[in-house]
């Protein structure tokens, strides 16, 4: 395959049209295709054919080294053609087709390309390529493209495989915050809690482990004047508790009113200070562990509010490992942190679908986009 389909379009929005692309791969139904019975080489051969129709057309135009970043360390989750940000899947025999993404959880904002002009690609943006092979005939029965939103919609939400996700902070992302005039990266709360948070300062009435009340949760504007600000310039006391995630867990505390018990730093809950949905780390590395909740998918974390980890709100301090004085703040809801970063895991996972082959047989002999 052409090593340029290694490298992504200059700009997000010279992508094909899916529509142009249905074009494009009609002229492969019917022809012959040839299985070796080996997954890999077949797959592989699938990759090649649907590359080499491509480049009997007009591709995107290239971007240029330094035009752009591939966020996931080894490109990890990015398709394999990052021209037209295409993976492509066979399809043969059997009942169900069970459809296997690897290395990123589809239907999510997390970033995979990032242009220095500001645009970016993300999982959500990935075309399925299904190419379903009529193993009777040895030709090609269809060609069918298919969004992660459309997959999820029409055949249910992909399996989450449990994996422990970190968040990837790149040296540049710092490089930005630390250059800036308040050195803090924030971004509103999410929509959900905009209409009832306070933006003025009362004392807390319960403690940090109670459940939040809505009504009485600080907006990120109001946490931004109180704790990040204080907070750029700390030194971080790691042997006044069990480590420097407690260490700034106890002072967002003091700084929020609320009383310290020693008790309720171990409580070990999600998130951190939950009187307040707020998820407390420190960063000294490229990457921050996010345990057992990942913000990367919605999931509820609070189920009498209808609190999700989209809502959670996440200050993170960008520390100097060798003074442990905070030099920077992220104050982010969980929604927001795909945008600007990227999720990552120490090991290899798939997340899977199953699609009916009646779905496929609905359209042998033709190219469709997300069917109706």
């Known amino acids: 395959m052409n090593k340029d389909f290694k490298t992504p379009p200059k700009s997000a929005k010279k992508l094909t049209q899916p529509e142009t692309l249905v074009q494009y791969f009609s002229e492969l139904v019917g022809q012959p295709f040839i299985l070796t019975g080996k997954t890999r080489t077949d797959g592989s051969n699938i990759r090649k054919l649907i590359a080499s129709t491509l480049e009997k057309h007009s591709l995107p135009e290239l971007a240029e080294q330094g035009e752009f970043e591939i966020v996931p360390p080894k490109a990890k989750g990015v398709p394999k053609i990052v021209r037209e940000f295409i993976d492509t899947y066979i399809v043969t025999s ?24 500001g645009e970016s690609l993300k999982c959500n943006d990935v075309r399925f390529v299904f190419v379903r092979i009529d193993t009777e005939k040895n030709v090609v029965a269809s060609v069918i493209i298919l969004t992660p939103e459309y997959i999820e919609q029409k055949f249910g939400k992909f399996g989450k495989p449990t994996i422990k996700h970190q968040l990837l902070i790149s040296g540049k992302v710092r490089k930005d915050i630390y250059g800036s005039e308040d050195k803090i990266l924030s971004f509103p709360d999410s929509k959900k809690l905009s209409y009832q948070i306070r933006h003025d300062y009362e004392p807390p009435k319960s403690g940090m482990v109670e459940e939040p009340d809505i009504k009485h949760l600080f907006s990120i504007g109001l946490l931004k004047k109180m704790v990040a600000e204080k907070l750029i310039g700390f030194k971080l ?17 003091e700084l929020l009113g609320y009383e310290v018990n020693e008790n309720d730093l171990l409580y070990g809950a999600f998130p951190d200070i939950r009187n307040q949905l707020l998820e407390v780390k420190v960063q ?5 562990d996010l345990g057992k909740f990942s913000p990367e998918k919605e999931e509820i974390v ?18 100097n490992p060798k003074t442990e004085i905070i030099e920077g703040i992220i104050l982010s809801p969980g929604e927001k942190l795909g945008e600007l970063f ?12 199953a699609i009916p082959m009646s779905f496929f047989e609905k359209y042998y002999g033709k190219s469709v986009f997300n069917p109706s």
């Open 237 to 253: 006391d790691a042997a006044a508790t069990k480590n420097r995630g407690q260490a700034l867990e106890k002072k967002v505390l």
């Open 94 to 117: 059997g009942t169900s087709y069970n459809l296997q993404v690897w290395n990123r959880i589809p239907a999510t904002e997390t970033l995979l390309i990032k242009y220095e002009s």
């Open 342 to 353: 990227s999720y990552v895991s120490a090991e290899s996972y798939k997340c899977q679908r």
């Open 302 to 319: 609070i189920e009498d509010s209808n609190l999700t980890t989209f809502d959670v709100r996440y200050l993170i301090a960008l520390t």
């Open 284 to 288: 000294d590395s490229p990457t921050v």
